[in-house]
């Protein structure tokens, strides 16, 4: 069992720039939720998706907006990216109680 | 506003301490709590969860945590710690009926052997 993948580890980019995050859940598990973790601070929650749907959201703003895929995996998307968005963003995968129980390796991103 | 503080941002204990890390919520509703640990090299996981009934909740590796309603603390503890609990400990609440998971800041633990 892989557990939770994330793609890709690490990435640049420039202000204004978008970007395109993805996650494959854990085997079996039908929700993924998303997490922005700045140095020092711990997750600060961007969304879920279950059932393909986006079932809450946190305090992001549109820019910040996400696919689930029938498979159960998902895609996090930026827009008009800010100095501000750099951080680590995890993946969280879990069954449809939606309680984050395994989370990926993140993807480290730059933004310049 | 909705929080969680974690007061203790570096604990360093001999093995065979007694350990308690601090955790306290900001939260207008009754809530879920939970402590999540990432051991060097590894990924984020839940360690133990509260919803409702015995205060005392047991974990995996011997970890326990009691949920004082009028403290609003969801403290973390173990009798004796080994060099292998040298990781991160976060805790996090939820609303009941919500998804929004908020996490604290985080406390490393480093035990020396």
């Known amino acids: 069992d892989a557990g939770v993948t994330q793609s890709p580890t690490h990435l640049i980019k420039t202000r204004g720039q978008q970007v395109t995050l993805r996650c494959s859940p854990k085997?079996?598990?039908?929700?993924v939720s998303w997490y922005q973790q700045a140095l020092g601070q711990g997750p600060q929650f961007i969304f879920q998706?279950?059932?393909?749907?986006?079932?809450q959201r946190g305090n992001f703003p549109d820019r910040f907006s996400g696919h689930q895929f029938p498979n159960y995996s998902s895609e996090l998307n930026v827009n008009a990216l800010l100095l501000g968005d750099s951080a680590l963003y995890l993946c969280?995968?879990?069954?449809?109680?939606?309680?984050?129980?395994?989370f990926g390796p993140g993807t480290r991103l730059t933004v310049l | 506003a909705q929080s969680v503080s974690q007061h203790n941002h570096h604990v360093i204990l001999s093995e065979a301490a007694s350990l308690e890390l601090g955790c306290n919520y900001s939260?207008?509703?009754?809530?879920?709590l939970f402590w999540y640990v990432q051991y060097p090299g590894q990924h984020l996981q839940l360690l133990l969860k509260?919803?409702?009934?015995?205060?005392l909740v047991k974990g995996i590796k011997g970890f326990e945590a009691e949920f004082i309603k009028s403290k609003f603390s969801f403290n973390l503890r173990k009798p004796s710690v080994q060099w292998s609990d040298t990781a991160e400990y976060f805790c996090?609440?939820?609303?009941?009926?919500?998804?929004?998971?908020?996490f604290g800041t985080g406390t490393r633990l480093k035990v020396l052997a």
């Open positions: 969280a995968s879990s069954l449809n109680l939606g309680i984050p129980q395994y």
């Open positions: 998706y279950y059932e393909e749907e986006e079932r």
């Open positions: 939260y207008g509703g009754t809530v879920n």
């Open positions: 509260y919803f409702s009934g015995d205060p």
């Open positions: 996090a609440v939820n609303g009941v009926g919500t998804y929004k998971y908020i």
């Open positions: 085997s079996g598990h039908d929700t």
